[in-house]
């Protein structure tokens, strides 16, 4: 049975383990899930709003620059032509929605490889409850030194929002809080340590394996 290591609340790893469904962290295959679901999280946050304009959009005269022939210049109909300065973009960007959605049942096995490789990694660890008394950034940043993780990207999932927590890890620029049954695959494969509270590894095999 897979077991995840677990950090006291002074940041020392312990001896102590807690066991975890095999079904979620030793899972094999499911790469290219992951690939797709990081692909659509990031899809999905574009604004797609980039825009040009085309010929018919420039504001410019529709008044024909000189004569079609007898010039010995090329034949032009418009300064708005795509080939003169100034003039329209041909097949520029436009407008469009880039959202785009993974079926769940597929979403949910990406959430699983993507935690099964953090474990194969030796990458992910068990946590007592984050919960310090006030919103000091210092707390945070003392457990993450004595746990040897500063300057690591650190993802902590939670089993409840608290206050306290979140905002004293708000400040460090390389530590997140989020609750566990929220985490998405790039939220996870964009870290290079996962820390989850004990408390937070039931309601998460949960929501995987229903």
Same mark, same amino acid.
Not at 19 to 48: C, K, M, S
Not at 100 to 119: D, E, F, Q, T, V
Not at 180 to 198: F, G, H, P, Q, R
């Given at each position: 049975?897979?077991?995840?290591?677990?950090?006291?609340?002074?940041?020392?790893?312990?001896?102590?383990?807690?066991?975890? *469904?095999?079904? #979620?962290?030793?899972?094999?295959?499911? =790469?290219?899930?992951?690939?797709?679901?990081?692909?659509?999280?990031?899809?999905?946050?574009?604004?797609?709003?980039?825009?040009?304009?085309?010929?018919?959009?420039?504001?410019?005269?529709?008044?024909?620059?000189?004569?079609?022939?007898? &010039?010995?210049? @090329?034949?032009?109909?418009?300064?708005?032509?795509?080939?003169?300065?100034?003039?329209? &973009?041909?097949?520029?960007?436009?407008?469009?929605?880039? &959202?785009?959605?993974?079926? @769940?049942?597929?979403?949910?096995?990406?959430?699983?490889?993507?935690?099964?490789?953090?474990?194969?990694?030796?990458? #992910?660890?068990?946590?007592?409850?984050?919960?310090?008394?006030?919103?000091?950034?210092? %707390?945070?940043?003392?457990?993450? =030194?004595?746990?040897?993780?500063?300057?690591?990207?650190?993802?902590?999932? %939670?089993?409840?929002? *608290?206050?306290?927590?979140?905002?004293?890890?708000?400040?460090?620029?390389?530590?997140? &809080?989020?609750?566990?049954?929220? %985490?998405?695959?790039?939220?996870? #494969?964009?870290?290079? %340590?996962?820390?989850?509270?004990?408390?937070?590894?039931?309601?998460?095999?949960?929501?995987?394996?229903?």
């Amino acid at each position: 049975m897979a077991t995840l290591k677990i950090y006291d609340n002074a940041g020392n790893l312990t001896s102590a383990t807690i066991p975890v *469904d095999d079904r #979620i962290f030793t899972a094999e295959g499911g =790469e290219h899930l992951i690939y797709e679901a990081v692909t659509f999280h990031l899809g999905n946050r574009r604004q797609g709003t980039a825009k040009t304009k085309e010929r018919a959009e420039v504001k410019a005269s529709g008044r024909k620059p000189w004569k079609q022939k007898g &010039t010995g210049r @090329a034949r032009v109909g418009a300064v708005s032509s795509p080939i003169w300065r100034g003039g329209g &973009t041909t097949f520029g960007p436009s407008p469009r929605d880039y &959202t785009r959605k993974l079926p @769940a049942k597929a979403a949910r096995k990406a959430r699983i490889s993507a935690l099964s490789a953090k474990y194969r990694d030796e990458a #992910i660890f068990a946590t007592e409850a984050l919960r310090p008394e006030g919103p000091k950034t210092k %707390v945070v940043a003392g457990l993450l =030194e004595t746990m040897n993780l500063s300057g690591k990207k650190v993802l902590w999932l %939670v089993s409840e929002s *608290d206050r306290n927590a979140r905002l004293a890890a708000r400040n460090l620029a390389r530590c997140r &809080t989020l609750l566990a049954t929220n %985490v998405s695959v790039y939220d996870i #494969i964009n870290s290079d %340590v996962v820390l989850i509270e004990k408390d937070a590894v039931g309601p998460l095999q949960e929501i995987l394996i229903p």
